[in-house]
């Protein structure tokens, strides 16, 4: 069992940033794919970032590539969501999730992912 707490989440401008982080407890860290989803109003959760067990690896939506990044700091058992140049477009709720997956590249779809945090609610004003 793995539970995820998210937390960093606000209001921000456009333009500005914000870092999520998603602290991790149970089950050894380092045995999981990281990713993080996000949900806007009225609509469908979606992926955003992952990172692979050892963070040597990580994969990110188009709509992100360039203003995000995520890393893992496995010794802290946290993943970060890094967001720069925020758009009124990225208000969503974020959830962190954890993949327990053997592989070395992370995955984006969310039936793969094992478990999920509460979510942090991040706001963009225009």
């Known amino acids: 069992q793995v539970q995820l707490v998210e937390s960093g989440g606000g209001l921000v401008q456009a333009g500005g940033s914000l870092r999520l982080s998603c602290a991790a407890s149970?089950?050894?860290?380092?045995?999981?794919?990281m990713g993080w989803f996000r949900q806007a109003p009225g609509k469908e959760r979606e992926f955003v970032a992952a990172?692979?067990?050892?963070?040597?690896?990580?994969y990110y939506v188009d709509s992100v590539k360039g203003r995000f990044t995520i890393s893992r700091d496995n010794a802290k058992t946290t993943v970060y969501l890094q967001m720069n140049s925020l758009k009124p477009e990225d208000t969503a709720v974020y959830y962190c999730?954890?993949?327990?997956?053997?592989?070395?590249?992370?995955?984006?779809?969310?039936?793969?992912?094992?478990?999920w945090g509460q979510g942090t609610q991040v706001t963009v004003s225009s």
């Open positions: 999730a954890a993949d327990f997956y053997p592989g070395s590249y992370p995955r984006s779809a969310e039936n793969e992912y094992d478990y």
């Open positions: 149970g089950r050894s860290f380092s045995s999981y794919g």
């Open positions: 990172i692979s067990r050892t963070g040597g690896t990580t």
